[in-house]
């Protein structure tokens, strides 16, 4: 077991060392649409990548999940057939938020041996979400 600080010691290692290894900019929180965010995540159980609409607006959050929804079988066949779809997602903080995404299970933030698998998962999806938005973010706010 870790404590918080080592924890956050850990987390940081990891970031740090992900950035120094892909010189790429992500577009991550700079797509353009406030409510609309390209996401990595790695905590102790898994590793994520996806879409992130992040709004309490009851209108404009059904609004872009919809719009994702309507684009599901090319979503799938250009980024992966194990996309997730979730209107509901609940984060660590207890936000709830709709998430697109995929997800690497048996990993952990905290073993260093599973890192290298979540660089190679990040360097091969993220891409692949970028690509989609760009192709489609016309769509998507339209």
């Known amino acids: 077991m870790f404590s918080k600080e080592e924890s956050k010691q850990i987390r940081q290692e ?17 797509t353009k649409i406030k409510e609309v965010n390209l996401k990595f995540h790695f905590d102790n159980k898994k590793a994520q990548v996806g879409f992130v609409i992040d709004t ?13 929804e309507s684009l599901k079988t090319i979503m799938k066949e250009e980024i992966s057939e194990t996309l997730v779809f979730d209107e509901f997602y609940e984060t660590e903080s207890g936000k709830m938020v709709g998430f697109i995404y ?25 891409p692949k979400f ?3 938005f760009a192709a489609y973010k016309d769509f998507l706010v339209g």
């Open 14 to 30: 990891f970031w740090t060392s992900f950035g120094q290894r892909s010189l790429r900019k992500w577009i991550l929180y700079n």
């Open 130 to 132: 970028e690509t989609f």
């Open 102 to 126: 995929i997800e690497l299970d048996n990993v952990s933030i905290h073993n260093k041996k599973t890192w290298e698998k979540v660089y190679v998962f990040f360097e091969t999806f993220m």
């Open 56 to 68: 309490s607006d009851e209108i404009i959050k059904p609004y872009y999940f919809e719009k994702f």
